[in-house]
């Protein structure tokens, strides 16, 4: 089966540094997204990592380890608007048939 | 242009009724998909659909029916709601990973 787990929330000072760690176990990995989420709005794609290492993307990277099954996401110069709920979602590969399976969230609050 | 919209964005049905929500996409993605939300759960599946006429099971079908005779259009029916079907809705396109979602349907079930 998959198990994805994030933390559940987290807070960060505006202007800092923040890394939401997702560790997953799934059979058939076959890439991870960050997706951001605003309260009331719709998930918005952030990012994709498929092999080991960083991508940056501006002011949020994202990082894998298939070997431990661990990903984070960072994000810099943290403003109040990256006040938002930050979703981990593993696409398996099972038999021929993909599916895309998604973490509880981070909730973030970025405060002055 | 408008990409992806849901209709209605709120909801509010009894137990027992049939209801449809509607998702409408300008982009004419093969892959269509529904999510519910519910706090502690995160999106998880219920349907999708690979193309025109072609649909199946995600993680949660139970009590939901899907359709798909144009490319564009993916409704969702709840064929006699129950409360344990109160939650947001979203439809999404894209592929399996890069996803683009609308702006969801908040149904209540009373």
């Known amino acids: 089966g998959q198990n994805i787990d994030q933390p559940t929330e987290m807070t960060a000072t505006e202007g800092a540094i923040v890394q939401i760690n997702c560790t997953y176990q799934t059979s058939g990995f076959n890439g991870l997204f960050w997706y951001q989420q605003h309260a009331g709005e719709a998930p918005t794609f952030l990012s994709y990592n498929v092999l080991d290492g960083l991508e940056e993307k501006g002011r949020f990277s994202s990082f894998l380890s298939r070997s431990k099954g661990y990903s984070y996401l960072l994000l810099k110069e943290l403003q109040m608007k990256d006040s938002a709920s930050y979703l981990c979602?593993?696409?398996?590969?099972?038999?021929?048939?993909?599916?895309?399976?998604f973490g509880a969230g981070t909730r973030l609050a970025v405060h002055p | 242009d408008a990409g992806i919209t849901q209709s209605p964005r709120y909801k509010i049905t009894e137990t027992g009724r049939q209801v449809t929500l509607m998702c409408h996409q300008t982009?004419?993605?093969?892959?269509m998909f529904w999510y519910r939300q519910d706090l502690g759960h995160g999106l998880r599946l219920i349907y999708y659909s690979a193309a025109a006429d072609i649909t199946d099971k995600g993680e949660v079908p139970d009590g939901y029916v899907v359709s798909r005779s144009k490319t564009e259009n993916f409704p969702l029916t709840l064929e006699s709601a129950t409360r344990s079907q109160t939650s947001v809705y979203f439809c999404a396109t894209g592929g399996w990973g890069e996803q683009y979602f609308g702006p969801g349907t908040r149904l209540t079930v009373t």
């Open positions: 982009w004419s993605h093969s892959y």
């Open positions: 979602a593993v696409r398996e590969d099972s038999g021929g048939y993909n599916k895309l399976i």
